[in-house]
């Protein structure tokens, strides 16, 4: 592995290397590239040649095990007729470049109108009633992530790391003892609006890196923690309830599970929270852990 990458972690100068480099092997044109979101991954649009490129942070480890899965339940998904987003198979798939491991897809234009929550509801409802994929799944545990951003934090003050690393350590056994008492099924893992994309008269539900197998209320949280944490209005929660068929903040173990939701949305941020208005948005989330404000809004990025 290209050792710089792994200490730099992923910034926009890092991915935009690999991108590079990935593109040349390809035969894709680099100089187009827009980014279009930089966290766990990086993601460009290449628009005039209909490819979406997928930089991961590294090309080691659990990294080129959540690749490879990503990329078998795009194609399972695709053969069950699920409103998904396949990988472009006629492009290499995964090339290491950079010390990174990088991923093309089927480029998506923007809609005129932004999918929403009803949506949402209704491809999960359908996600979930999908049979089991002919090939394993993990167990759904966000830990071994959290954990790793953690250990690779940088540019954050050591007391935030620290109190993460205690309240991850507190939250750990308790998210599997409700993962224990649930039944489980086919999960997203990461299912929120910012992960539709619209095609015409359908939506498609896409990023499936942490697609695993655990409770399926996992994927119920965002959209919970969205009328707290993000000032979704009452009536639209209510109208995505009655439109999955389930109100997630009534069932056993959800103080539980948003407590590790929030953290792993609190981690995320951490990893570009140098500087501007990821740092601020960081310092606001990690004041209301610390005061276990459960109502202090936060801001999306």
Same mark, same amino acid.
């Not at 740092?279 to 606001?284: G, N, R, V």
């Given at each position: 592995?290209?050792?710089?990458?792994n200490?730099?972690?992923?910034?926009?100068? @890092?991915?935009?290397?690999?991108?590079v480099?990935a593109? #040349?092997?390809a035969?894709l +044109? /680099?100089?187009? *590239?827009e980014l279009l979101?930089?966290?766990?991954n990086?993601?460009?649009a290449l628009?005039?040649q209909?490819v979406?490129?997928?930089?991961a942070?590294?090309d080691?480890?659990?990294?080129?095990?959540?690749v490879?899965?990503?990329?078998?339940?795009?194609?399972?998904?695709?053969?069950?007729g699920?409103?998904g987003?396949?990988?472009?198979?006629?492009l290499?798939?995964?090339?290491?470049?950079?010390?990174?491991?990088?991923t093309?897809?089927e480029?998506?234009?923007?809609?005129r109108?932004a999918p929403?929550l009803?949506?949402?509801a209704?491809l999960?409802?359908?996600?979930?009633?999908?049979p089991?994929?002919?090939?394993?799944?993990?167990?759904?545990d966000?830990?071994?992530t959290?954990w790793?951003?953690l250990e690779?934090a940088? @540019?954050?003050k050591k007391?935030?790391?620290?109190?993460? #690393?205690e309240?991850?350590? +507190? /939250?750990e056994? *308790?998210?599997?003892d409700?993962?224990?008492?649930?039944?489980?099924g086919?999960?997203?893992?990461d299912?929120?609006?910012?992960?539709l994309l619209?095609?015409?008269?359908?939506?498609?539900l896409?990023d499936?890196?942490a697609?695993?197998?655990?409770?399926?209320?996992?994927d119920?949280?965002p959209?919970?923690?969205?009328v707290?944490?993000?000032?979704?209005?009452?009536?639209?929660?209510d109208?995505?309830c009655?439109?999955?068929?389930?109100?997630v903040?009534?069932?056993?173990?959800y103080?539980e599970?948003?407590?590790?939701?929030?953290?792993?949305?609190?981690?995320?941020?951490?990893?570009?929270a140098?500087s501007?208005?990821a740092a601020?948005?960081?310092?606001?989330?990690m004041?209301?852990?610390r005061?276990e404000?459960?109502e202090?809004?936060?801001?999306a990025?």
């Amino acid at each position: 592995m290209n050792a710089a990458a792994n200490h730099e972690g992923l910034t926009r100068a @890092g991915a935009t290397r690999a991108l590079v480099t990935a593109c #040349s092997v390809a035969g894709l +044109r /680099s100089d187009e *590239a827009e980014l279009l979101r930089l966290g766990e991954n990086a993601i460009y649009a290449l628009p005039h040649q209909g490819v979406a490129v997928r930089v991961a942070r590294s090309d080691v480890g659990d990294i080129q095990e959540k690749v490879a899965k990503e990329l078998a339940v795009a194609r399972w998904l695709s053969s069950q007729g699920f409103p998904g987003i396949g990988p472009r198979e006629d492009l290499p798939q995964p090339l290491r470049a950079e010390g990174r491991l990088v991923t093309f897809w089927e480029y998506i234009p923007p809609s005129r109108s932004a999918p929403g929550l009803a949506d949402l509801a209704r491809l999960l409802r359908g996600l979930h009633t999908l049979p089991d994929p002919d090939f394993a799944l993990p167990a759904l545990d966000p830990f071994p992530t959290m954990w790793r951003r953690l250990e690779q934090a940088h @540019g954050v003050k050591k007391q935030d790391v620290d109190f993460l #690393s205690e309240a991850c350590a +507190r /939250s750990e056994d *308790a998210f599997h003892d409700v993962v224990a008492r649930h039944p489980t099924g086919l999960v997203h893992g990461d299912a929120h609006r910012g992960n539709l994309l619209g095609r015409g008269d359908r939506v498609l539900l896409i990023d499936y890196e942490a697609v695993a197998v655990g409770p399926q209320a996992w994927d119920l949280l965002p959209t919970a923690i969205a009328v707290d944490r993000f000032a979704l209005p009452r009536p639209e929660y209510d109208a995505f309830c009655r439109s999955y068929g389930q109100d997630v903040t009534a069932s056993e173990g959800y103080e539980e599970l948003r407590t590790v939701r929030e953290l792993g949305m609190t981690t995320w941020l951490m990893q570009n929270a140098q500087s501007g208005a990821a740092a601020e948005e960081f310092a606001i989330r990690m004041e209301s852990l610390r005061k276990e404000d459960r109502e202090r809004h936060w801001h999306a990025l």
